[in-house]
């Protein structure tokens, strides 16, 4: 599971080994929760995750949503820089 990103204690990670499963997404990880949100809009698939950190998460997705894209698309990670 490679680290796209780190921002505010949550860890950015996509899982590209075998495409995982549709729809395309990202897990969001912080100490005590780990959720799915979608790359088209930032909402949370399934589970909880605190606010504050569910609307950095959405605004992480939405200044990367086209490299996020590429990068299922492709299967190939690369870094991305935090929100600040």
């Known amino acids: 599971?490679?680290?796209i990103s780190q921002f505010?204690?949550?860890i950015i990670v996509m899982y590209l080994r075998n495409k995982e499963h549709d729809p395309p997404h990202i897990h969001a990880i912080t100490q005590d929760f780990d959720a799915p949100?979608?790359?088209e809009n930032g909402e949370l698939m399934d589970g909880y995750f605190p606010p504050r950190a569910t609307q950095?998460?959405?605004e992480f997705?939405?200044?990367n949503?086209?490299?996020l894209k590429e990068m299922w698309e492709t299967g190939q990670y690369r870094k991305l820089p935090p929100i600040v």
């Open 65 to 67: 949503r086209e490299p």
């Open 56 to 58: 950095l998460v959405r």
């Open 61 to 63: 997705v939405r200044q």
């Open 37 to 39: 949100f979608l790359i």
């Open 8 to 10: 505010y204690g949550i």
């Open 1 to 3: 599971m490679p680290t």
